[in-house]
């Protein structure tokens, strides 16, 4: 909703929120969960999308790429490929079509996108659903420099609780759509309604007479086939 990819049902709370394109250029980007490139294209034109809701080109320019649209279009290219692919160690594949990558450098041009948007808040959505260990240490580390080189805020969200609890300095905890729990990781991670939603209550005697009762109860008779006798 934050970012109208999903619209809601409430009227005057729609009318309160902005297009797409002007929540981009205040500073919102975000990756999503299912990968959403342009498998067609290369990884290149896939990141320079991002920047689009920033470009000051009118159709016209563009039609022509004359003057303004060649000028922006050249400044657009540097910038991209001297710090967000570069950051995100992606140089390689820059003229690859995003079809022939594998999931997890599908992920990190996601995310190199996102960034081209020039965020001030980033939202990534499970950034490492699916990925081995190796990616995503890689990708944890590249959340971490986001935030320590570039200034953007970071708002993830993932079932990863060991990343989750590395990265982050404030945590929100969701049962069923309800808050349980919120802090510093430290503090929810002691939290008694966090280890009994995702833990279990931990009580291991009422456990055990669980399993005893089930033992104890009565299994249902099997019904026996009836027998369909003939008279000789």
Do not use: C
Not at 34 to 62: C, Q
Request: aromatic share 4%.
């Amino acid at each position: 909703m934050l970012s109208s990819t999903v619209m809601p049902r409430n009227s005057a709370m729609f009318w309160k929120l902005r297009p797409r394109p002007s929540r981009a250029r205040l500073g919102l980007g975000r990756s999503f969960q299912n990968i959403a490139l342009f498998r067609g294209m290369t990884v290149l034109d896939n990141i320079k999308l991002g920047r689009h809701a920033h470009l000051r080109t009118n159709v016209l320019d563009a039609l022509l790429y004359l003057g303004r649209a060649r000028r922006e279009e050249a400044e657009l290219r540097r910038d991209i490929e001297e710090r967000i692919i570069d950051f995100l160690e992606i140089d390689h594949i820059r003229h690859a079509p995003v079809a022939a990558l594998s999931y997890g450098l599908q992920k990190r041009v996601e995310m190199a996108r996102a960034l081209a948007m020039q965020p001030r808040i980033l939202m990534l959505d499970e950034p490492v659903a699916g990925m081995n260990r190796e990616e995503t240490e890689d990708m944890a580390r590249f959340i971490l420099d986001v935030r320590a080189e570039w200034g953007v805020t970071v708002l993830m969200v993932e079932h990863d609780m060991g990343m989750v609890m590395d990265l982050s300095d404030h945590v929100v905890v969701l049962n069923f759509g309800q808050v349980i729990a919120q802090g510093t990781p430290a503090v929810v991670q002691a939290d008694p309604e966090v280890n009994r939603a995702y833990l279990g209550a931990g009580d291991v005697g009422e456990l055990r007479r669980r399993l005893r009762g089930a033992s104890a109860r009565p299994e249902p008779a099997t019904p026996q086939p009836a027998l369909a006798q003939r008279a000789a």
